[in-house]
């Protein structure tokens, strides 16, 4: 890390992210991300440095977050997802148009992974590379509805509710008992620290659903899959995106730990930290859009700002909005995280 900023080597310790989990405040500043973008992972774990056979993007992964100052990696299986017939190689995914099931014979004929054949070994894997002090934090391979989504086709799915809301039910179903299988084996690993439960909700003005459909589709199988990780003993980070100020009562019911995803056309995190840190942790919020388009400097202190807001008072850790895609000016992360880093 000396060599990018200019700082002491980190030490991590997953005990700080932990307390902030609790609504607590953690002995220093802290940080968090979900995703890093690969020109970041290559600047800050050069593959050339990484142990060739199995796992090794994942063990990049780890180096880089290592690197940078977190004091967790994320991690999913290996080679597991659901199958939706989409190509995601560009830069843009389309909602529309339909997915592989669009009627009864499609949804016989789907083949629904197995997640008792996951590849969970990565977690063994990175468990053993782990530096003193660091967690690993599971994440599935996309949430509830985004699966949903993906496998039947957003506009397929709006006519579907309408048209045989017993078939929308049983593709949820599907999907749900497989997520929250996956999280039951994901969340008992030792290594693991907490969960993120990924799921996209919604967009700027309202969720992708009515709240009445997510009351009746959508929240049922988070309130398990959080269920099944608290039974575990840990705690669960939901990461959506979008408006969600119709839904909070039902956040409260479902018994998330953190909420992970803020931009500021919606609510600032500044904002979200005052109105809701008392219901659950904030994570992350430096909007993505104010990293791409500010000067270092400023992004620098509105970082300092957060962490001087939550200090003495606890619950959050600092991050980028959403996650630190391509485009953010590599200057502008390193300005974001320096606040955390500077003062530890």
């Not at 949903?148 to 599907?174: K, N, Q, S, T």
């Not at 409260?252 to 500044?270: C, K, Q, W």
């Not at 619950?315 to 909005?321: D, H, I, K, T, V």
């Amino acid at each position: 890390m000396s060599d990018l900023l200019g700082l002491p080597a980190p030490r991590p310790d997953f005990s700080n992210l932990a307390a902030v989990l609790e609504r607590g405040e953690p002995a220093r500043p802290t940080l968090f991300e979900f995703f890093l973008n690969d020109r970041l992972l290559e600047q800050l774990a050069p593959m050339a440095t990484i142990r060739e056979g199995p796992y090794a993007r994942e063990r990049q992964i780890l180096r880089a977050y290592y690197r940078a100052g977190y004091d967790h990696a994320n991690v999913r299986a290996a080679n597991f997802d659901f199958d939706t017939g989409r190509d995601f190689t560009g830069r843009t995914v389309s909602l529309s148009g339909d997915g592989l099931i669009v009627d009864w014979p499609s949804y016989e004929a789907y083949r629904w992974p197995d997640v008792e054949s996951a590849d969970f070994g990565v977690f063994d894997a990175l468990a053993t590379d782990l530096p003193d002090g660091m967690r690993l934090i599971a994440y599935g391979p996309g949430g509830v509805l985004e699966n949903v989504i993906e496998i039947v086709g957003f506009e397929r799915l709006c006519f579907l509710l309408a048209d045989d809301p017993d078939m929308v039910e049983c593709v949820f179903e599907a999907v749900g008992e497989t997520l929250e299988r996956y999280y039951e084996i994901a969340a008992q690993h030792p290594a693991v620290g907490a969960c993120i439960d990924n799921d996209d909700w919604g967009f700027r003005t309202q969720t992708m659903l009515s709240p009445r459909q997510m009351r009746e589709f959508v929240f049922p199988w988070h309130r398990r899959i959080v269920d099944a990780c608290h039974e575990a003993g840990k705690p669960v980070i939901l990461h959506s995106c979008g408006h969600f100020d119709r839904i909070l009562g039902d956040m409260d019911e479902i018994g998330f730990d953190a909420r992970h995803s803020y931009e500021d056309t919606i609510l600032p995190v500044e904002e979200a930290y005052e109105r809701h840190r008392r219901r659950f942790a904030i994570i992350g919020g430096i909007d993505v859009d104010f990293l791409c388009r500010a000067e270092p400097l400023d992004v620098t202190r509105r970082a300092r700002a957060m962490l001087d807001r939550a200090a003495g008072r606890g619950g959050y850790a600092l991050g980028a909005g959403n996650s630190v895609p391509d485009y953010v000016p590599d200057a502008n992360y390193f300005a974001m995280i320096r606040a955390a880093l500077e003062t530890r």
